[in-house]
């Protein structure tokens, strides 16, 4: 009898401990196929992941993109027109560049990508000079050096400017750099002005530590331009044949962004978890000075990410002038699609 009760205690262990382990593998075959379920979409940045795009990494460190079925990867860029590119050629799915970049592209040849988001609802575009230089607008700087980034959406509108403003384009020198070289430059009085985004103010003001000179900050919008900037952009393949999938990764950035917004130094640690090299402490910095763009009195009238048809037009007649196009060279609201915006504001 004894012999029996062991045998049968032997049989049950051996049932439970297999019935764990089925319950494990399907555990585990459960997740692999979720995690295979997961949609993915490739994202082209313009420039390196730095703190204005942290509200990404933070999205995928939450899970936010998880959360809407995404796995979401991003590529380090070189420029708004590169960005565009890559998802024109099918290189990426989606691409982050600046409206006035992609609306140059459609007008010369209409590649197959739109701009499906808006990020910043104000330009980001802004003049770094120092108040030692009396520099306080364009106006101002006539036989003066400005640098600006190779490949950058901030020269596509500095014709527009000077015109706003009534200076002649001979009047000002422009030095094309890597945009690398663009705090050096300034910071070691090499020019009297650089094209940058206002959000990497705390970079040159770090770079000015010490010399004496402070920095000073004009921006486009301070000169008379008004436009849509920095924005999301979809290839129409994407558009097409993976709506849903673009209209969850919409809803999982705007989240982000929301989240990003009232969490910066939460958003920072995020990138650098992802990007050790960067700067944590300048990187909360840099998405501090973005939060105005992404979060103004025309988002929280339009919505987030939102493209109102009176400022889209406005930011097409900016590009047109700067670039002598024709006024009906391109209709502005062939650049984007609403489709996939949910306006939650």
């Known amino acids: 009898m004894k012999l029996f009760n062991?045998?049968?205690a032997l049989v049950k262990n051996k049932l439970c401990i297999t019935g764990f382990?089925?319950?494990v593998n399907l555990l585990t075959l459960s997740s692999s196929t979720y995690a295979q379920q997961l949609d993915r979409v490739s994202v082209q940045l313009d420039w390196m992941p730095a703190g204005d795009k942290a509200f990404f990494t933070l999205g995928v460190a939450k899970g936010f993109y998880k959360k809407q079925g995404i796995d979401a990867t991003f590529r380090s860029g070189r420029g708004s027109s590169d960005a565009i590119m890559q998802a024109a050629i099918g290189n990426a799915d989606l691409a982050?560049?600046?409206l006035s970049t992609l609306m140059i592209a459609k007008s010369?040849?209409?590649?197959?990508?739109?701009?499906?988001?808006?990020?910043y609802s104000k330009l980001p575009d802004a003049i770094f000079t120092t108040e030692e230089s009396g520099i306080t607008g364009v106006d101002t700087a006539n036989g003066k050096i400005v640098a600006m980034p190779t490949f950058s959406s901030s020269t596509v509108l500095w014709p527009a400017l000077l015109k706003q403003n009534h200076v002649s384009v001979s009047a000002i020198k422009t030095l094309k750099v890597d945009p690398s070289s663009l705090i050096p430059l300034l910071a070691?009085?090499?020019?009297q002005m650089t094209l940058s985004w206002v959000v990497k103010a705390p970079e040159f003001k770090h770079a000015l530590n010490g010399s004496n000179r402070t920095l000073k900050i004009i921006?486009?919008?301070?000169l008379g331009i008004d436009s849509y900037g920095w924005s999301l952009i979809a290839?129409?393949?994407?558009?097409?044949?993976?709506?849903?999938?673009?209209?969850r990764f919409i809803v999982a950035t705007k989240e982000s962004i929301f989240y990003a917004n009232q969490h910066p130094l939460e958003a920072a640690k995020a990138l650098k978890e992802s990007t050790p090299e960067i700067d944590e402490a300048i990187s909360a910095e840099i998405y501090k000075a973005s939060i105005p763009?992404?979060?103004?009195?025309i988002s929280k009238r339009d919505g987030l990410g939102a493209f109102n048809p009176k400022l889209l037009s406005l930011t097409w007649y900016w590009v047109a002038t700067s670039m002598d196009y024709k006024a009906d060279a391109l209709d502005p609201e062939s650049v984007v699609d609403r489709r996939f915006m949910v306006n939650d504001k």
């Not at 070691?188 to 020019?191: A, E, L, T, Y």
């Not at 763009?293 to 009195?297: A, G, H, I, K, R």
């Open 96 to 98: 982050t560049a600046g």
């Open 235 to 247: 290839s129409e393949k994407m558009i097409n044949e993976r709506s849903d999938v673009l209209k």
């Open 21 to 23: 382990c089925l319950v």
């Open 219 to 222: 921006t486009f919008s301070d």
């Open 188 to 191: 070691q009085d090499n020019v």
């Open 108 to 119: 010369e040849n209409d590649i197959p990508v739109k701009a499906v988001m808006s990020f």
């Open 293 to 297: 763009l992404l979060e103004n009195d």
């Open 6 to 8: 062991r045998s049968n």
